[in-house]
């Protein structure tokens, strides 16, 4: 997989679009970000729970690697571009993003329903 390929997938999820961080390219949808490019670097980093993380590690070790110290602890896993595949790379991305729009979603619910207690 190149830099190019895995900007293509990133920004083939729904709403998806494309900005820059700290002088690299990311991919957001509804202004929060889920993977990042590294180009120097020939990587990528997706937003993953720990969980996730994980299994991802564990199943492909040769391109799923946790970014280090606390950003890893909590999910972000770098994708070793030049071992993945674009299949892989996209399973990751899709997760990535719906865990983003998933967290957007939630916030969004309207607070629970209480009705009052009648006055005595």
Avoid at 37 to 62: D, I, Y
Avoid at 100 to 119: E, F, L, M, N, V
Wanted: aromatic share 8%; with cysteine; glycine share 6%.
């Amino acid at each position: 997989m190149t830099i190019d390929d895995f900007r293509r997938v990133a920004l083939m999820m729904p709403d998806a679009v494309e900005s820059s961080h700290m002088g690299h390219p990311d991919f957001r949808v509804g202004g929060k970000i889920f993977a990042t490019l590294w180009p120097a670097e020939n990587r990528g980093m997706v937003k993953l729970t720990p969980e996730q993380q994980h299994e991802f590690c564990k199943m492909q070790p040769s391109i799923f690697v946790p970014v280090k110290g606390g950003w890893g602890l909590k999910g972000c896993t770098n994708v070793r571009l030049e071992a993945a595949d674009e299949a892989t790379a996209r399973t990751a991305l899709q997760v990535a993003w719906r865990n983003t729009t998933a967290k957007k979603s939630s916030a969004r619910k309207p607070a629970k329903y209480t009705p009052a207690r009648p006055k005595r």
